[in-house]
């Protein structure tokens, strides 16, 4: 492991926190291979998943690692339920959904609960703490010089998938989380201006462009 970024004696300053944060891009499962992280190095992973914002601290989400020896059952259910939508899926497509279980070195899934802790917390609430336990686990591997993506699809919802992690019915399996080595680095996507996403509400309730004096109250 090699990374700029990586460090568990020193704080990191805005700038290199910003460039840790547009260096993360998606790298497809594909793309990675070993060496994957240290035992000690994937505590120190999965522990920066805990500082996500969690209203009512109900941690509504868990990380379900799938080990080498179970990517087999998982590529199963995947077929299985790729065949439950469509029985006539040819020995090829099979196969592809087969192995989207065994491409990434470091796999696991993120379940959202529900109804764990205050009822009055509602869904979206509970997955938006999981999204932020999420980018801090992207985070992470950028700076510990590891590729990552997240994954999903229709299988996500399917009876074989849902069965082998034992999902009950208030439970929900939100995306996996791939980590591993790059193999084929690419140059990081454009990102959006402000422009794309920032808008400021008006008197008359619409929202327009960001402006200098609108940033903070005086």
Not at 101 to 112: K, S, Y
Not at 124 to 136: D, M, T
Not at 165 to 176: Q, S, T, Y
Request: proline fraction near 9%; include cysteine.
């Amino acid at each position: 492991m090699d990374s700029k970024f990586w460090s568990t004696e020193s704080a990191l300053s805005p700038d290199t926190l910003g460039a840790l944060m547009e260096a993360r891009q998606t790298v497809r499962p594909r793309r990675l291979a070993g060496p994957v992280p240290r035992p000690d190095e994937l505590r120190h992973w999965l522990g920066s998943a805990a500082s996500a914002p969690d209203h009512g601290r109900n941690r509504p989400w868990r990380l379900v690692l799938v080990p080498a020896s179970l990517r087999p059952a998982l590529g199963t259910a995947f077929t299985t339920a790729l065949l439950e939508r469509d029985p006539t899926a040819n020995a090829e497509q099979q196969e592809r959904a087969h192995d989207k279980a065994l491409r990434a070195p470091v796999l696991m899934l993120v379940v959202v609960d529900g109804q764990c802790g205050d009822p009055d917390i509602d869904l979206p609430q509970r997955i938006f703490s999981a999204g932020c336990a999420v980018q801090n686990l992207l985070l992470m591997a950028t700076a510990m010089g590891y590729g990552s993506s997240l994954t999903s699809g229709k299988a996500m919802h399917s009876a074989p998938l849902r069965g082998l992690f034992g999902l009950e019915g208030h439970e929900h399996a939100l995306c996996f989380v791939n980590l591993g080595t790059v193999t084929n680095a690419k140059p990081p996507p454009a990102r959006p201006t402000l422009d794309d996403y920032v808008r400021t509400l008006t008197a008359s309730g619409q929202a327009v462009g960001i402006h200098p004096d609108t940033y903070a109250i005086p």
